[in-house]
């Protein structure tokens, strides 16, 4: 089975110039977790709402005042449309993360995928996902 038959498609996107607040009410609005950090058509970066609540409010930064480039996560786990769900499971295993973005083979974003939507296909892989995921303290 192809990432594409079970990702979600028509990803919302933020751009590095917004404001931590716009990114949270962005996610509040439309009831997720993360946003995938877009400059013009280039994918640079992604933001949580862990990451506002770890590097804005836990820090006592203001919100209104700080970019989303300023606290979004760098490095972006990727998968293509056209790769095999075993293959975008494996990458959230080993990386230890529950979402990819999902890119095109012209890199362009294309989709969303997460544990949900494998969890819909197959509950095993997607259990060995969050197994992985389960964070050790």
């Given at each position: 089975m192809?990432?594409?038959?079970?990702?979600?498609?028509?990803?919302?996107?933020?751009?590095?110039?917004?404001?931590?607040?716009?990114a949270a009410r962005k996610m509040h609005d439309l009831h997720i977790g993360?946003?995938?950090?877009?400059d013009g058509d280039q994918l640079v970066g992604i933001i949580t709402d862990r990451d506002i609540c770890v590097r804005v409010t836990a820090t006592g930064r203001d919100a209104t005042m700080t970019r989303v480039k300023e606290v979004m996560g760098k490095?972006?786990?990727?998968c293509f449309e056209d790769q095999d769900i075993n293959d975008a499971a494996k990458r959230m295993i080993?990386?230890?993360?529950?979402?990819?973005?999902?890119?095109?083979?012209?890199?362009g974003i294309s989709g969303f995928l997460s544990v949900d939507n494998i969890a819909s296909k197959s509950h095993e892989l997607?259990?060995?996902?969050?197994?992985a995921t389960i964070p050790i303290h």
């Open positions: 192809k990432v594409q038959e079970v990702m979600t498609p028509k990803v919302e996107t933020i751009a590095p110039s917004n404001t931590a607040k716009e993360s946003l995938p950090v877009v490095a972006v786990e990727t080993d990386h230890h993360i529950r979402r990819l973005v999902v890119l095109n083979r012209d890199n997607a259990s060995s996902i969050l197994e």
